[in-house]
């Protein structure tokens, strides 16, 4: 069964088309990397996914579902690409990772205990346990980062949708996300990740989409690191396009 499929998929913004072509899939308890250069429409790619932003042609399918018909928002979890650097909200991490389970519980009940288990479970994988009770404004960038990532386990989801959830992040949260992340797909979860560097996250990755020029460009392993980019601490992956100039992927 495949958990998410698009079917000839074209997205644009106003009048620039920015997906012509698409068509992919994530298979149950498949971890797939959508890689490609900055602005070649990845986050496009799974926002059309999610329906936040409409296909001008094309079908996406969720757990079967037509899209349009896709109730079942409970079995997604979403990290978009960045959070707001402060924000202003004084908002505890508990609090933040408890929101990821409104779309179990509904918003006008109060929190039970699975709610309170879901939460303390989704922050030990992330390893942010003894910080429930720290304002969000207190964590480093990558610990924001990983309390994105817990609200989305929070909700007990089979399939994560992750926009480059380890861009900019420290190591230690490179790795602690890994781990939650390597735990998730162990129980049986799907992932659907878009990455610029995988890093720690490379074992994990079952098959890479690389998006050029408003369509797949390759859909398979995982491209090799270019020669010069592939030292360990620099792990980039470059699609084999030989018209792609070199550190065209360079935030
Ligand atoms: N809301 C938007 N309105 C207009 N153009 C957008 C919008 N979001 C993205 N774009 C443009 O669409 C292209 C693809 O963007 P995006 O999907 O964010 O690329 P990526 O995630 O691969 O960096 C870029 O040229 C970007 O400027
Ligand atoms: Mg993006």
Redesign the pocket.
């Known amino acids: 069964m495949n958990v998410v499929r698009v079917t000839h998929g074209a997205v644009g913004?106003?009048d620039?088309t920015?997906l012509r072509d698409v068509s992919c899939a994530v298979a149950a308890g498949e971890v797939v990397a959508v890689l490609?250069a900055?602005?070649?429409?990845?986050?496009?790619l799974v926002r059309a996914v999610l329906g936040l932003v409409p296909l001008r042609a094309g079908s996406v399918e969720l757990f079967g579902v037509p899209q349009r018909r896709f109730r079942q928002w409970a079995r997604i979890g979403y990290v978009p690409q960045r959070l707001g650097a402060g924000s202003g909200v004084p908002a505890t991490v508990a609090e933040v990772v408890g929101a990821g389970r409104l779309a179990r519980r509904g918003i006008l009940r109060p929190p039970g205990a699975a709610d309170r288990a879901a939460v303390a479970d989704a922050l030990r994988a992330v390893g942010l346990a003894d910080r429930a009770g720290d304002p969000v404004s207190t964590l480093s960038g990558g610990q924001q980062q990983r309390t994105l990532i817990a609200r989305a386990l929070a909700g007990r989801p089979e399939l994560l949708i992750l926009d480059e959830p380890t861009a900019g992040v420290d190591a230690a949260s490179q790795e602690a996300f890994a781990a939650a992340l390597g735990g998730f797909v162990g129980r049986g979860g799907s992932v659907l990740l878009?990455a610029h560097e995988l890093g720690p996250l490379r074992p994990l990755i079952d098959r890479a989409i690389v998006?050029h020029d408003g369509e797949i460009a390759h859909d398979g392993p995982v491209p090799e690191p270019a020669g010069h980019h592939a030292a360990d601490d620099h792990d980039h992956v470059h699609p084999h396009c030989p018209d792609e100039p070199a550190g065209m992927w360079s935030a």
Request: hydrophobic letters at 20%.
């Open positions: 913004y106003g620039r920015v490609g900055n602005g070649s429409g990845k986050s496009t878009v998006v």
